[in-house]
């Protein structure tokens, strides 16, 4: 089995981007900047200093599905473990059971209409929960806040679900920082919105392969099957992004991880069918010079790591020894490194590479990133 062989020139033509883009998400992807600052300033225009009103809660749980859900693993790991309280984050149909009044319930949804979310704030809101709902204005989840004594702040409504995390994400970190359960000030996210903007313009489409991050990571992984591992948790969470991300952009597979749990588990498909020893110690002489001419092209593992600033360092050795132990199986090791003092900063920085290089690879494969046909018939048959 092979993959499609993408049109590498496709990716230095700003036209042919263009046209194979008609969604026009390189755009959207562009809009995380503006969303933060948008998003600080809705905000604060819906009272969000009126969460702490009741105090610190006993635990924080923040409810979202697909390209929302992931608000929940960025807050928890911005809040990091010196967190007071537990941050959990809930996909599906049921609260756990000892969620209740002490609790403050975050929920996300970028239509507003997310049947499993709305499922969650009713019972919440049955729970006498305290409520923060974050979502399109005049949806439905707008009404459930407004009827469950909630608060509600509407989203910015330029960018596609998938490239709106910054303007879903914002309005529940300031709510935890002025809970006093982590600190996201405003010149923190002033700085993550400069960051981001600075990887727009290192990733703009008139940017060549050679200079653009995001197309360079798009063309590494071209043709193979990522295996894509964060060195922190903040660096788990981007490698969760990348790969959904991939899935609905690209409609490329890809499997996420988080060193050492994945060193534990994981690496043995570096062992598989999908990894070559051909560079390992064990190939001997006539296997290197045997004549491939024959042999079937088949696709290859590339492990992507996804570098934070802040590893633990028995970590740091699991890394190296990761990717010495996968480049002599054969399989690419390419990586991506944070940058930034805040964890918001770093993930930022991540998440845009991330987000750019999976748009470019479907690009470059000829796949129309916007559509997602395979989610709207599987919602069809489900109603």
């Not at 993408?6 to 194979?20: C, H, M, S």
């Not at 403050?104 to 979310?117: C, D, Q």
């Not at 392969?209 to 903040?234: H, M």
Request: contains cysteine; aromatic residues 4%; hydrophobic residues 45%.
């Amino acid at each position: 089995m092979s993959f499609p062989e993408p049109d590498y020139g496709r990716l230095d033509d700003p036209e042919a981007l263009a046209e194979a883009d008609p969604g026009e998400m390189l755009r959207h992807v562009a809009s995380a900047a503006a969303q933060v600052r948008e998003a600080r300033l809705l905000a604060t225009e819906a009272g969000i200093d009126r969460v702490a009103a009741g105090g610190r809660p006993r635990a924080v749980v923040i409810v979202g599905m697909g390209a929302s859900g992931i608000v929940g693993d960025l807050i928890d790991a911005v809040c990091g473990l010196g967190c007071p309280v537990p941050v959990t984050t809930v996909r599906g149909h049921r609260l756990p059971g000892w969620v209740g009044v002490a609790d403050l319930v975050i929920a996300v949804s970028r239509s507003g209409s997310t049947e499993e979310t709305l499922g969650l704030v009713a019972d919440a809101a049955r729970r006498g929960c305290r409520l923060l709902c974050v979502g399109a204005g005049g949806s439905p989840l707008a009404d459930m806040a407004l009827q469950a004594g909630g608060l509600f702040v509407p989203a910015p409504a330029a960018a596609r679900s998938r490239a709106a995390l910054w303007g879903l994400a914002v309005p529940p970190l300031l709510a935890l920082d002025t809970l006093g359960l982590t600190v996201v000030r405003p010149e923190v996210l002033e700085r993550t919105a400069e960051r981001l903007e600075e990887m727009s313009h290192l990733c703009r489409p008139a940017s060549e392969s050679f200079v653009n991050p995001g197309k360079q990571t798009a063309l590494e992984i071209a043709g193979s099957i990522p295996v894509i591992w964060g060195t922190s948790p903040l660096t788990g969470v981007v490698a969760r992004r990348f790969a959904a991300q991939l899935a609905t952009d690209a409609k490329y597979p890809a499997i996420p991880g988080e060193l050492p749990e994945a060193g534990h588990g994981q690496v043995v498909v570096f062992d598989g069918p999908f990894a070559s020893r051909t560079g390992s110690a064990e190939a001997g002489e006539d296997d290197f010079f045997r004549d491939r001419v024959d042999e079937p092209e088949t696709t290859r593992l590339c492990l992507v790591v996804v570098r934070d600033t802040d590893e633990h360092p028995q970590v740091t050795r699991w890394r190296e020894a990761s990717a010495e132990l996968a480049a002599e199986r054969g399989v690419t090791v390419t990586e991506l490194t944070a940058r930034g003092e805040h964890p918001l900063e770093r993930l930022a920085g991540l998440i845009a590479h991330a987000d750019y290089a999976s748009v470019y690879l479907a690009l470059a494969l000829g796949t129309d990133p916007t559509p997602l046909p395979a989610i709207q018939e599987l919602e069809v048959r489900i109603s």
